[in-house]
């Protein structure tokens, strides 16, 4: 007859898995296909709240609110609703930018009319004059986010990898006052034109 020797650090395995099978609560292969949405290149792994590609809310007016959007989030209007071109353009810079470590978000794309006038109501309200708020935010006659021609990058590394780069996808910076502003202006590898000073320039 064999004979097992338990120590103390055994059963107090044995007791922690007991009482994790315990606290589940229903089926285990239930609880294993919960309703939570999941990252397309791990699947059954719960998406991270920030993270592109979950399952989340979109605005039909282009406002991205606070959620983390990159060029892959195609199903943002604000992303799909961007010239061709410059879609094109932003997703080769995102692509060579992730090799130096840098995520290139969309903070702002297509806007639509009624988005683009709550903004610049908000400039005016922030500067205290419609003359100072044009230099910030343009009407929607005249914004090249309503023509999908134009987006607004963060964080502020990326930034600066587009104000370095972006030239050599054909993107510029279009104003001195956002370094985040970037319109597709050049042929790639172009000499990008002097930036104008703001928008009301």
């Known amino acids: 007859m064999t004979m097992f020797r338990t120590g103390p650090r055994v059963a107090l395995i044995a007791i922690t898995s007991l009482l994790a099978v315990t606290a589940c609560s229903g089926d285990p292969a239930e609880v294993a296909t919960s309703e939570r949405p999941t990252t397309p290149d791990r699947p059954g792994l719960p998406a991270a709240p920030d993270e592109p ?6 605005a039909a007016d282009g406002d991205v609110g606070d959620r983390v959007v990159t060029v892959a989030d195609t199903d943002e209007p604000a992303v799909s609703n961007l010239d061709p071109d410059l879609l094109a353009a932003l997703q080769d810079a995102t692509d060579d930018a992730a090799e130096d470590g840098i995520t290139i978000q969309i903070n702002s794309g297509w806007r639509d009319t009624d988005y683009q006038n709550r903004l610049l109501d908000e400039a005016i309200e922030e500067h205290g004059s ?3 708020a044009l230099r910030w935010v343009s009407t929607p006659d005249e914004s090249a986010h309503v023509t999908g021609d134009a987006v607004d990058v ?5 930034a600066y990898w587009m104000s370095r780069y972006g030239s050599d996808y054909g993107l510029c910076q279009t104003f001195a006052n956002e370094i985040w502003h970037y319109e ?3 042929e790639p590898g172009g000499s990008c034109p002097p930036p104008r000073s703001d928008s009301a320039s």
């Not at 963060?154 to 990326?158: C, R, V």
């Open 53 to 58: 590609g979950r399952a989340r809310d979109v």
């Open 130 to 132: 419609r003359e100072e």
């Open 154 to 158: 963060g964080p502020t590394d990326a």
């Open 184 to 186: 597709l202006t050049v």
